[in-house]
C-alpha cells in the first residue's frame, strides 16, 4: 500500500479499493517502524490523522470526490497547525504551540488531506544538509551515510522512503527543489506569491515560497492544486486564477523551446551530472523539444546577493524571537538585557545566529549601501537576464545542483561550501520565478536532478514538461533499498 503515488491513492480511495482510515493506519504504522532510521519527523500527529481521515471517508461516503480526499501527507514544521507544535527546527521554539492553521494548513484540511506529522527541516530553514535542525540531521534513505538536502530535507527523506506520498515543502533559495534532487523526488517552487505565506514562519520574506513535494509531476499537481491561490492575509499573494494543473499534464512538447544556459556547464558542475543533463535533454528532444543555447550572464554574482539579501530579511524576521513575544526564554535572567542576550543565545543554534549577525552588519548604517542595496541591484539584473531569455525560449533546464548528496558532516566546518552548492537553484527565489526539479539518473547510487525553470505563473508548463518525461523515462520511479 505505502508503494502508491498519491494519483494511484486517489484512484484507490475512489473506487472504494480501501478507505483512508486503512492507508493511514498503514503508514502510521511505518513511520514508527522505519523513521528512526530517518528522523525525518519532529511530531507525529496519530490522533489527529485517525480522525481526519475518518472524517475524509464519510464525507467520500457521502457523495463528496476529490484528489485530496483521504490523502495522506505531512507538513514541513515550519506551516503553523493550530494546538499543534511548530517548531522551525530550532529550540527556540520546541514548546510552541501554534494559535491558528496556516493557509496552506487549513487549505489542504479543507480538501481533506490528512496530517500524519510535522516534518524534521534545517533550523528556520537555514541549510541545504538538514544538519542544522535542533532535533538533529535527517538522513538520505538512498544511502544513510549521506544528508538528504535541506532545508525540507524532513519532507524529502519521508516521501522517499515511501512513508508517505507527499508532503509540503517551502524553498528560498532552493529548499524544495535540492531536496528533491538529492532524494530522487520531484518538487515545485512556485511563482512567489502563488501560494499564501500566512503561517508560514518567515526566513526571507520576500524569497520564500511553499511547494509540493511528491514522487511525481502527477502528484505535485495535485498537492499543488489544494495549496495555490490568492489569500488576502497574505498582502504578497496574487490573485490570480489558479488554472487546472492535472488537465494540462498531457499537452505535446511538439516545438517547445528549451533553453539551455551555458553558463551552467562551468567547471564547478561534476561531469556525471552534465552527462546525466544531457541526456535528458535529449530525452525532451525525442518527445518534440527544440533546444537552444542561452546565456545568464550574472549568474556568478547571484550567490554573493543571496547571502546578503536573505540573512538580511532573516535579520528582521527573527528579531521577534527574544523570550518576551516569542520562543524561548532563559531561566533567571538579571535583567532585560540579559533577557534578550541568553534567550537568544541558547535558543538558536550556530548557523541561524551567524546569519542573524551578517544580515544585521549588512544592513547596518554605513553599510546598507555597500551590502544590501548592491545586492538588491545584482537581484534585478538576475531578473532582467531571466526575462531576456524568455523572449527566446518557453523553458530553461539545467542541473538542480553542481553535486550530488553529500556525506553528513561533509561540509559542517565551511559554510561557504554550502553556500556555494544553491548555484543554480537561488536564481529562480531573486527572480520570483517558478522552478521544478525531478529525478533525471544517478551517480555512485546517489540521485541526480534535473530543474527546469519556467515563465511567471507557468507551473501547469512545468508540471506538464515533468510528466512527458516521467511518461518516457523510469528514473523517479525507484526505490532506495530497505524502504
Ligand atoms: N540553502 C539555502 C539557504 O541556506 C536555501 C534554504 C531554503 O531554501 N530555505 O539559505
Redesign the pocket.
Known sequence: MHQMTLAEIARGLADKKFSSEELTKVLLARITQLDPQLNSFISLTEELAIEQAKAADVRRANGESGALLGAPIAHKDLFCTQGIRTSCGSKMLDNFKAPYDATVVAKLAAAGAVTLGKTNMDEF????ANESSWYGAVKNPWNLEHVPG??SGGSAAAVAARLLPAATA??????IRQPAAFTNLTGLKPTYGRVSRWGMIA?ASSLDQGGPLARAAEDCAILLQGMAGFDQNDSTSIDEPVPDYSASLNTSLQGLRIGVPKEYFSAGLDPRIAELIQNSIKELQKLGAVIKEISLPNMQHAIPAYYVI?PAEASSNLSRFDGVRFGHRCEHPKDLIDLYKRSRGEGFGPEVQRRIMVGAYALSAGYYDAYYLKAQKIRRLVKNDFMAAFNEVDIILGPTTPNPAWKLGAKNSDPVAAYLE?VYTITANLAGLPGLSMPAGFVDGLPVGVQLLAPYFQEGRLLNVAHQYQLNTDWHTRTPTGF
Open positions: 530553514a537555514m541549510g541545504s535541506g532545508s517551502t524553498d528560498t533559495g532552493g529548499s526566513y536573505a544553491d
